[in-house]
C-alpha cells in the first residue's frame, strides 16, 4: 500500500506556472504508474496527466496538453506536475493517484489517492 501527498498549490496568477509535487511513501514508486487529477467546485473530478512506472510514457487531458508536464523521480518516490501559462479554468484541487495498471491511472478508478491541493488562479 501507498501513502501519497501532494504539496505546491497556491494562489498564481493568470499565464503564471506552478510546480506540484506528490510524495509517496509505504512502498517503491516504481510500483506504480501515477497521475494527476482536479475537480472544481461543482464539477466531476477529472483526468490531467498520467506516466508509466519508468516515465518512458505520458498522457494528458485535452485541456492541459501543451502547457503541463508531468514527470517522477523514482529514487526519491516524487512524482510532479509543472504547470504553465495557466488560467481561471484550471482553478481546482488537484488530486495525486496511484495504481499498477497504467489504464487505470486514467480513470477516477485508480487506487490510491492524496488528499489534494488547492491550486487557484486569478484574472
Known amino acids: 500500500q501507498v501513502q501519497l501527498v501532494e504539496s505546491g498549490g497556491g494562489l498564481v496568477q493568470a499565464g503564471g506556472s506552478l510546480r506540484l509535487s506528490c510524495a509517496a511513501s509505504?512502498?517503491?514508486?516504481?510500483?506504480?504508474?501515477m497521475g494527476w487529477f482536479r475537480q472544481a467546485a461543482g464539477k466531476e473530478r477529472e483526468f490531467v496527466a498520467a506516466?508509466?512506472?519508468?516515465?518512458?510514457?505520458?498522457f494528458y487531458g485535452d485541456s492541459v496538453k501543451g502547457r503541463f508536464t508531468i514527470s517522477r523521480d523514482n529514487a526519491a518516490n516524487i512524482v510532479y506536475l509543472r504547470m504553465n501559462v495557466l488560467n481561471t479554468e484550471d482553478t481546482a484541487v488537484y488530486y495525486c493517484?496511484?495504481?499498477?495498471?497504467?489504464?487505470?491511472?486514467?480513470?477516477?478508478?485508480?487506487?490510491?489517492w492524496g488528499q489534494g491541493t488547492q491550486v487557484t488562479v486569478s484574472s
Open positions: 509505504g512502498s517503491a514508486l516504481s510500483n506504480y504508474a
Open positions: 506516466i508509466d512506472w519508468f516515465g518512458e510514457a505520458t
Open positions: 493517484a496511484a495504481d499498477s495498471n497504467v489504464k487505470l491511472i486514467r480513470t477516477v478508478l485508480a487506487r490510491y
